[in-house]
């Protein structure tokens, strides 16, 4: 299972825009205290779960002795009811870290579960799902967490662990020949090419892409991409999938897929904090 990134300064940060200087005023004006809270965190809908880790900081980070005991993990995949964890503790400081807490569960959780969903639409032929660098400023790591949560893999995480050559770059470097000449200098690892006509695809290779990412194509287009570079590199598909097509682009016989609506477009998982009597 995978390590959940470092979530501390987000964290701390969310709870400083929400409490601000004067905190909970509403629940210091309303809960008695020192009065007590039970609760449990409930799906509202099926859900593959991504952030449980980060809730249960958020709820201890305004109550250290909070109880906390979670009856699923991240990367499950759970029915609408479903119970995730059980929580009891100082109720001002519980309610004062409630949405936070959801905050931060509910966007991940959407992320995995969109993610599943992409995925299993193309169960079964051979495609890999990937992400994109279009995520939240400040979440990247988070985000891209909740994709592995959903059984996707990550792309490179930035501009500074991968080189992808795009049509900008391949026209101020002078060319596709020279852009690649340039960045095999420079740059020790894989060399990726993205391109949008079929015409394009035997001078990236001839200039030594490692990989090719087809751009935008119609799955015919695509097809036909495939069956001219297949054994040769890798190929990627990417712009305009959506969950309606991703199906006939991983059915062309791209290797991998790569959508950034999984993480730009996901919407926030239902979760709710369940008072117990």
Known sequence: MSTIPD??????????????EAGDVTSAATVPAGARLNAVLAARDPIVLAGL???????????????????????????SGAILARISGDARALLAAERTALNFVQRLSGIATLTRAYGDAISGTGATLLDTRKTTPGWRALEKYAVRMGGGRNHRMGLFDA?????????????????????????????????????????????????LLLDNMEPNTLRQAVALI???????ASGGVRL????????????????????????????????LD
């Open 7 to 20: 979530f501390a300064a987000l964290l701390a940060a969310a709870f400083a825009e929400d409490l601000g």
């Open 53 to 79: 880790p980060i809730a249960e900081a958020a709820f201890r980070h305004l109550d250290p002795a909070a109880g906390f005991t979670p009856l699923a993990a991240d990367g499950d995949r759970l029915a």
């Open 163 to 211: 080189v992808l050559i795009k049509d900008n770059h391949i026209a101020v470097a002078g060319g596709v020949t020279e852009a690649v000449a340039r960045a095999r200098r420079a740059w020790a690892g894989p060399i990726e090419v993205e391109i949008d006509r079929i015409d394009q695809i035997e001078p990236a290779l001839a200039a030594g892409a490692d990989r």
């Open 230 to 236: 297949v054994g040769r590199v890798l190929t990627e």
């Open 244 to 275: 309606e097509t991703i199906r006939a682009i991983a059915e062309t016989g791209v290797d991998l897929i790569s959508a950034g609506r999984i993480t730009q477009s996901a919407p926030a998982a239902d979760i709710g904090l369940d008072f």
